[in-house]
């Protein structure tokens, strides 16, 4: 039996390479220091894992940005747009790879970034490949053998993780049409067999190919291109012990496929699917390793030792001990690093954090899996051990994390709960009534610029610099502002800016029972962007209400209405890590009753519109599509009980963005919110056509200002779009408004498009009054 890591993060146990990326762009650290920085980063994972034990330590899992877009530099996978960068002998390697992730804008060049998307279900973004029909690869950038002889000198043989060719190519994206990626095969098996060839002569033994894809819904082409590629090199290097890696999902329809690739070992993810590992036992030939992936890489609680051990047990009663490697189900930087670091008994009590395992931890718990299934474990082990199932126990039965009235609660909710009084067509009617408001109202989506000054507020108030008196007092200062300055430009729903707030979940999350926050659990999201989700770890419930006081405020102020602001149930759990005890779905209706609670305070409050934002509905889809209805029916429903507990005046407004709609529009109109604003404007309102072609039945605001740049949008343009929109969504169903939250914009570009925004609607009120 092995042991073995699929990655470990490498932003740095105190985000060093953050740090040090944002130097070097700035100009405040030379190229030099940046590398040496990495380098450290690197040695200090490697040795970490060495003297915890692991046999086989990965390399090539560090990345100055993303892996993916290591690999295209890797086979010279370059876009055109960056030859004069490549050519220009004053750039590094490491400008170009840079200019590819976030573009480049110096010495009279404007040159685009690459595009960047999810990986898979987690928060994490990569660089998207760029393809060419006829593209030639050649082997341009020499990290995978660097790294490797990098570790060799500190006396670790490394396994080399590499995104595997299948993979690579289907994360890609065609840019010219008449061809499909998968064709490119032929062309980059060679570069692949050349990266092989040197990590072999450098004295690699083992390999690692990250195939996410089979695990995921794939075609005949694909099914063919894994045989073709893995039946090639294990031809060319019948030497090399080649493990392809699947995470995230289980194998599924693609099991024998998978099984029967000529490699040495596979891994599966057992913490995604632990259904599936009686079928892989069943059907892995002689010649198979099979890595069994019993640590979870994607959240913090520690591993339920127990039920892996029977996992194990499992595994060697089928196929003998030998052919086992033991690790965690994925890469582990999706996991903070590491937890000796929360030093902070106050943000992390002692109690919680004995539930808790980051990176380094988990290390730890695949070598003592290993000891306890072959009965070699020695007496700091025993303690390990013992300390696990003291855990698990608090955890099982710990009065913080189990509330009754919450559990009753949750079980007590009825389908009325999740359905409003009467239909949509009635409450517009309603609404008309009390909101009184025009054609094409116009609103904003919620925050306004949080200014250096409004952070350094909220931080020197944290600090204990400013009492509480005197932060209210600045905050209620600055929303005054942003009202009076809504009403001057004379905005229909205005809002109160959420200048309050440091974050829209974590703003909540700090407010309900059930979540907990760390010091240092950050995880990267993309480049050197960081996230730090908060912990549900128990039973969520509100105890005070965590709005009314800033709403009513606003509203107390003007006599134009001011719509509250809430972040919905399903976006709350998305950007958190969740506790797994119990289904996510239940987690899910505990935070809607917490924001259904909220919303009916809010309307008892005077407020008369009530938006609550869900823009990560849609990144919570299963991988698989057959896991998509069981997901939406869930998700959608917690929506609705938060939404559901007003009367028919009430309006409820949602938001979304980064969104495609087509095919789940049938859902998004479930939700049954009287008005959703999404973004809009990047696509030239395309993502409408989904809600048009549906007849979407409520209101509708197409963003028509993208916030993301700093580009001030003229009264044109948004007339245009505006018409646009109209063209295909009935005019008293649309809305005018920007795109996403102001948050990060400056107040000047904000004024501007906003004030032509306002001109825009009045100008096509006119034409249709
Ligand atoms: N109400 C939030 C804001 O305006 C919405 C943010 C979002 O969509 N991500 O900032
Ligand atoms: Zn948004």
Known sequence: MKTHNLGYPRIGSNRELKKACENYWSGNLSVEELISTGRNISEHNWKQQRDAGIELIPSNDFSYYDQILDMSLTVGAIPKRYNEIAVNKSNNELDLYFAMARGYQKNGLDITAMEMTKW????????????????????????????????????ITTKPVIIGLVSYLLLGKEKEEGFDKLDLVKNLLPVYIDILKGLKDQGAEWIQFDEPFLALDINQKAKEAYVQVYTALRKEFPQLKIMIATYFEGLKDNLNLATALPVCALH??????????DEVLDAVPDTLSISLGLIDGRNIWKNDLEQSLEFIKRAVGKIGTDRILVAPSCSL????????????????????KQWLAFAKQKISEVLLLKASATGVLNADDVIQLEENKTAAQS??????????????????????DAERENPFPVRKIAQQTVLGLPLFPTTTIGSFPQTAEVRSWRAKFKKGDITAVEYDTLLKEETEKAIRWQEEIGIDVLVHGEFERNDMVEYFGEQLDGFSFTKNGWVQSYGSRCVKP??????????TPMTVYWSAYAQSLTTSLVKGMLTGPVTVLQWSFV???????????????????????????????????????????????????DYLKWAINAFKISSSGVKDQTQIHTHMCYSEFNDIIQNIADMDADVITIECSRSQMELLDAFANFNYPNEIGPGVYDIHSPRVPSKEEMIQLL?????????????????????????????????????AARELQNVCV
């Open 120 to 155: 898979f279900d987690t928060n994490y973004h990569y660089i998207v490949p760029e393809f060419y029909k006829n593209q030639e690869f050649k082997l341009f950038s020499n990290k995978i053998s660097n790294e490797f002889a990098g570790a060799k000198q500190l006396g």
């Open 579 to 629: 506790r797994n005890d119990q289904p996510r779905s239940v987690t899910c209706n505990q935070i809607a009753l917490a924001i259904r609670d909220e919303v009916t305070d809010l309307e008892k409050a005077g407020i008369k519109i009530i938006q609550i934002d869900e823009p990560a509905i849609r990144e919570g889809l299963p991988l698989r599509n057959t896991d998509w209805q």
């Open 333 to 352: 930087l999706h996991s903070p690093c590491d937890l000796d670091l929360e030093t902070n008994d106050k943000t992390l009590s002692p109690e919680i």
């Open 723 to 759: 018409e646009k929109a109209k063209s295909v969504i009935p005019a008293e169903q649309l809305w005018v408004n920007p795109d996403c939250g102001l948050k990060t914009r400056h107040w000047d570009e904000t004024k501007k498009a906003l004030i032509a925004m306002v001109e």
């Open 534 to 543: 908060p912990i549900i770890y128990g039973d969520v419930y509100r105890p």
């Open 268 to 277: 599966i993810d057992l913490v995604r699917c632990p259904e599936q590992l």
């Open 395 to 416: 955890r099982k039965t710990s009065a913080l994390i189990h509330n009754e009235q919450v559990k009753q609660r949750v079980n007590a909710i009825t389908k009325q």
